[in-house]
């Protein structure tokens, strides 16, 4: 059952100019983040852990908003640099290794417009 107002736990320096948009995953396994300074990070949520399994630096401006979808397997994030950059949230390397974007048009297909 949801509670508000007692913190559950916190993740320290999870952006060094802090948190501008997070998300969490269906599962509530996961949270993707993003910073003022353009990165994405995802972790791993525990009761007692908080690990960081990835982290993506693919904008140049500040993140604005991150969507999760139905499937828990992608996340989109936006920014004021006007970019939308689509990732995997199983992500545990680096980008080099996962396709980091995508247009716009394969968004509806991955995405439960509402």
């Not at 500040?62 to 199983?90: E, G």
């Not at 080099?96 to 048009?105: A, C, G, Q, V, Y």
Request: net charge neutral.
């Amino acid at each position: 059952m949801p509670q508000s107002g007692r913190l559950l736990y916190a993740i320290n320096d999870a952006h060094n100019h802090g948190v501008t948009a997070i998300a969490g995953t269906n599962d509530c396994q996961k949270i993707v983040s993003g910073g003022m300074e353009g990165e994405v990070r995802i972790w791993r949520i525990g009761r007692q852990t908080q690990i960081m399994e990835g982290s993506l630096k693919e904008h140049r401006g500040r993140v604005s908003d991150i969507k999760v979808n139905k499937q828990d397997t992608q996340a989109v994030s936006s920014s004021f640099d006007m970019y939308l950059v689509l990732m995997p949230v199983f992500l545990k390397t680096s980008a080099e290794d996962h396709p980091t974007k995508d247009s716009i048009s394969s968004l509806d297909s991955i995405f439960d417009p509402r």
